[in-house]
Nanobody, 119 residues
């Protein structure tokens, strides 16, 4: 099981930026997919962005062109750069590590970090 610790959330005005960090307790180089999800009050958790160990990335349509996911394997860290933030980006953001093995798919989650976009 991978321990994940998010940081970088906070209160920001519309149009502002934040960078979230997710530090893993072990090497992420072999983890199939590292991703960021978010959950707003009363809503289901949704994928925001993900990056595979092969280097591919995918984004939710709502954040394309505004958010950038990156990973630093040497630091066991995944980042989410969020620019041009909107009030609808307000949510708890969770880091996810997904491993795929012959025995199944395994997901580990961080505790989450609150992002609030408001004037």
């Amino acid at each position: 099981q991978v321990q994940l610790a998010e940081s970088g959330g906070g209160l920001v005005q519309p149009g502002g930026s934040l960078r979230l960090s997710c530090v893993a307790s072990e090497s992420i180089a072999s983890i199939n997919t590292m991703g960021w999800y978010r959950q707003a009050p009363g809503m289901q958790r949704e994928l925001v962005a993900a990056t595979t160990r092969g280097g591919s990335m995918n984004y939710a349509e709502s954040v394309k062109g505004r958010f950038t996911i990156s990973r630093d394997n040497a630091k066991n860290t995944v980042y989410l750069q969020m620019d041009s933030l909107k009030p609808e980006d307000t949510a708890v953001y969770y880091c996810n590590a997904r491993r795929v093995a012959w025995s199944g798919i395994y997901d580990d989650w961080g505790q989450g970090t609150q992002v609030t976009v408001s004037s």
